[in-house]
T-cell receptor, first 112, second 115 residues
Framework: GENVEQHPSTLSVQEGDSAVIKCTYSDSASNYFPWYKQELGKGPQLIID?????GEKKDQRIAVTLNKTAKHFSLHITETQPEDSAVYFCAASGGGTYKYIFGTGTRLKVLA | EAGVAQSPRYKIIEKRQSVAFWCNPI?????LYWYQQILGQGPKLLIQ????????DSQLPKDRFSAERLKGVDSTLKIQPAKLEDSAVYLC?????????????FGEGSRLTVL
């Protein structure tokens, strides 16, 4: 079955710096790669996603890149702000009967 | 638009007791998921419903966990008897599509502590 690995588990950056979180997946049939942000006491919330026919997608300060050959995808947050502090999860899915599998999470701390 | 509703938010029980969690998905969402999130880990899929039918329950510990989605709307997840390792947050999510390639809308979760 699909396996999603996520690194690093914790990440501290100074406010205004960039943050990068990386994920790798095992199943080459996966074709949908979302990123979720989870704040304390809340459920995960989608922040950006990318499909396998696209190599990069950007939404304001957030971008995601996908390398299908290497089977890895990354989340990039630029000009980080204290409110970006949260746990971020990547996920992978192949649609149909494929499970929606989450990574282990990255706790991002943005230091003011 | 109302989000995914879950209750109770918190529950503390002794091991071997039973507990039930309730989820009301976003209106019109055909697909409903139950995930288990152990502290410090990512959500792990327990069961997925498409309307009132089970799509995937391969990771549901069926000797103690059960779930149902009557009439294709609300869902209940039950644990009986509970074990210490069941301590986790139980997240319910729903999606308007049934292809597993779209956004999941999560509730705030039900935190279970088993003593």
């Amino acid at each position: 079955g699909e396996n999603v690995e996520q690194h690093p588990s914790t990440l501290s950056v100074q406010e205004g710096d960039s943050a990068v979180i990386k994920c790798t997946y095992s199943d080459s049939a996966s074709n949908y790669f979302p990123w979720y942000k989870q704040e304390l006491g809340k459920g995960p919330q989608l922040i950006i996603d990318i499909r396998s026919n696209v190599g990069e997608k950007k939404d304001q300060r957030i971008a995601v890149t996908l390398n299908k050959t290497a089977k890895h995808f990354s989340l990039h947050i630029t000009e980080t702000q204290p409110e970006d502090s949260a746990v971020y999860f990547c996920a992978a899915s192949g649609g149909g009967t494929y499970k929606y599998i989450f990574g282990t999470g990255t706790r991002l701390k943005v230091l003011a | 638009e109302a989000g995914v509703a879950q209750s109770p938010r918190y529950k503390i029980i002794e091991k071997r007791q039973s507990v039930a969690f309730w989820c009301n998905p976003i209106s019109g969402h055909a697909t409903l998921y139950w995930y288990q999130q152990i502290l410090g880990q990512g959500p792990k899929l327990l069961i997925q419903f498409q309307n009132n039918g089970v799509v995937d329950d391969s990771q549901l510990p069926k000797d103690r966990f059960s779930a149902e989605r009557l009439k294709g709307v609300d869902s209940t997840l039950k644990i009986q008897p509970a074990k210490l390792e069941d301590s986790a947050v139980y997240l319910c999510a729903s999606s308007p599509v049934g292809t597993n390639t779209g956004e999941l809308f999560f509730g705030e979760g039900s935190r279970l502590t088993v003593l």
